[in-house]
C-alpha cells in the first residue's frame, strides 16, 4: 500500500456491486462479555477498545483466554478476526503486524506505518490461503494507550468477493476506538487516507456576524469519502429486520467522523455569538445558542445533493453546497455537541424527514415539542421551515413514527 488516495477512491465505485452480495456466513453462537452501548458497539473496557459493527456480525470462535475472537456476519461472506497482545508481547504495532501475518497459511501482506490518535499503528492489506480457499482483507494494528497491550483486526472475504466486499470491510475497521476521544474522531482508515493538512478560511455570517475560521483542504473529500462508504453499508439493510439499528450506525459514523473536523468551526462560532445567545436568553444561553444556530442553518439553499446517499457531508454544507433535512440536521448536532450542549438526531421514513434535539429548556408552554433518545428529552429544531425551536408541523408529530439517534 502506497500513501495515495487512488486505492481507496475506487472504494466508492463498488456501492452497487456490494449491495447484490447477500451471501449467508454459517457461524455458531459463543457468549462475549461486552457493554452494549449500541446494537452491535463492541466494548473491551478492559483493555480500552470498542468497535461499531455494521449489523449482523456474531461470535464465530474463541480462544478460552479471551484474547481472540471471531466474527462471521449472516448477510455477507465477510469475517473479522481479532487478536489482543499483552504489553511487551511486541514492540511496536508494526511488528504485530508481521507477526500475525507470518503465522497465518501461504500468507503475505503490505504495510505502512503511521500515527493516529497519538499511538503507533500500522494499517495495510493482506491475503492467505486456508483449506484450499484463498482470502483477501484489510489489517490494521494498533498499540492501546491505556495498557500499551497491542491490538490487531483481520477483516476479509473470499478472494473472489473481496472487492465487492471491500467497502463493507473498511467500515467495520474503520469503526474502530481506542480511547474515548475516538469517538469524536476520523476513524483509523480514513485518518490514513486524508491526513490533516494544508487550511482553508472560511467565512460565515450568522446573526448578521461575520465569523472567521478554517476547514482543513481535505475535509470535504474525506467526509464525502465516509459518507459514501457507510451508505454502501446502509444499502444491504433496506428490507431487513435491523434497518433502524443500520440507520442509527450510519449517523453515528458521519457524525464521528465530522465531529472533530468542524471543531475548530464550532469554537469560533460559539466565541462569536456567545453574548448573543445570552441576549436572546439569558435564562439558558445554550438555548440561545441553539435558536441562533437554528435560523442560520433555515436559510440554507434546499438540494438534494447528487450522489447514492442524497446526503451533503457537513464540511460541503458550511461551504455553501445546498443540503437537506438530515444535513442541517447532524450539522447541528455536530456543532452544539462541541459547545457543550447535549443533542440528539431524528429521523422518519414515514415522513422522509430529519430533525435534531437540544437538551435545552423551552422558551415557553407553545414552544415545548420534544422527543426522546434514550433517557433524555430533546428540544425540536425544524432546520426546512422558519420556525423556532421547540415548533413542528403538526403532520408530524406522531413520535411512533420517528427513529431517535443517540449521539456518543
Given at each position: 500500500m502506497t500513501r495515495t488516495d487512488t486505492y481507496l477512491k475506487a472504494l466508492l465505485k463498488w456501492c452497487n456491486t456490494l449491495k447484490t452480495l447477500f451471501l449467508c456466513a454459517s457461524f455458531a453462537t459463543f457468549s462475549l462479555s461486552i457493554t452494549p452501548l449500541f446494537a452491535e458497539m463492541i466494548v473491551d473496557n478492559d483493555y480500552g477498545w470498542s468497535l461499531d459493527l455494521p449489523e449482523g456480525f456474531s461470535v464465530a470462535d474463541a480462544t478460552e483466554d479471551g484474547m481472540s475472537y471471531l466474527f462471521s456476519h449472516d448477510r455477507l461472506p465477510v469475517s473479522l478476526a481479532m487478536r489482543l497482545y499483552?504489553?511487551?508481547?511486541?514492540?511496536?504495532a508494526t511488528a504485530a503486524f508481521d507477526g500475525v501475518i507470518t503465522k497465518l497459511p501461504n500468507a503475505r501482506g503490505e504495510r505502512?506505518?503511521?500515527?493516529?490518535?497519538n499511538t503507533d499503528c500500522a494499517l495495510g492489506t493482506f491475503s492467505m490461503q486456508l483449506n484450499n480457499t484463498n482470502y483477501d482483507g484489510w489489517v490494521t494494528s494498533v498499540e492501546l494507550p491505556s495498557n500499551r497491550a497491542h491490538l490487531v483486526l483481520l477483516c476479509y472475504a473470499?478472494?473472489?468477493t473481496a472487492?465487492?466486499?471491500e467497502q463493507f470491510i473498511v467500515s467495520a475497521l474503520n469503526s474502530l476506538a481506542i480511547d474515548r476521544g475516538s469517538y469524536y474522531e476520523p476513524g483509523i482508515i480514513t485518518a490514513y487516507a486524508y491526513p490533516q493538512g494544508e487550511k482553508q478560511e472560511l467565512n460565515l455570517t450568522i446573526n448578521n456576524r461575520t465569523i472567521k475560521t478554517q476547514l482543513n483542504a481535505a475535509d470535504v473529500e474525506a467526509a464525502e469519502f465516509v459518507v459514501a462508504c457507510e451508505y454502501a453499508v446502509l444499502s444491504l439493510y433496506a428490507g431487513n429486520a435491523k434497518w433502524?439499528?443500520?440507520w442509527q450506525r450510519y449517523y453515528r459514523a458521519i457524525f464521528r467522523d465530522s465531529y472533530g473536523r468542524l471543531k475548530r468551526v464550532a469554537f469560533d462560532m460559539q466565541n462569536a455569538l456567545a453574548q448573543d445567545a445570552a441576549q436572546l436568553n439569558s435564562t439558558d444561553a445554550a438555548q440561545g445558542m441553539a435558536q441562533l444556530l437554528l435560523t442560520w442553518t433555515q436559510s440554507f439553499a434546499y438540494a438534494r445533493e447528487k450522489n447514492a446517499a442524497d446526503f451533503t457531508s457537513l464540511p460541503a454544507a458550511l461551504l455553501g453546497e445546498g443540503c437537506d433535512c438530515d444535513t442541517r440536521s447532524l450539522l447541528l448536532c455536530v456543532l452544539l455537541e462541541n459547545m457543550g450542549t447535549k443533542t440528539a438526531l431524528f429521523v422518519s421514513r414515514e415522513y422522509?424527514?430529519?430533525v435534531f434535539g437540544?437538551?435545552?429548556a423551552s422558551v415557553s408552554a407553545q414552544e415545548n415539542a420534544r422527543m426522546k433518545a434514550g433517557d433524555r428529552e430533546f428540544l425540536l429544531g425544524e432546520t426546512t421551515a422558519h420556525v423556532n425551536m421547540g415548533l413542528i408541523a403538526q403532520d408530524f408529530s406522531d413520535t411512533s413514527k420517528w427513529l431517535s439517534v443517540e449521539l456518543p
Open positions: 499483552n504489553s511487551g508481547t511486541y514492540e511496536s505502512e506505518t503511521f500515527t493516529w490518535r473470499d478472494a473472489n472487492k465487492a466486499c433502524q439499528e443500520a422522509s424527514h430529519a437540544a437538551e435545552v
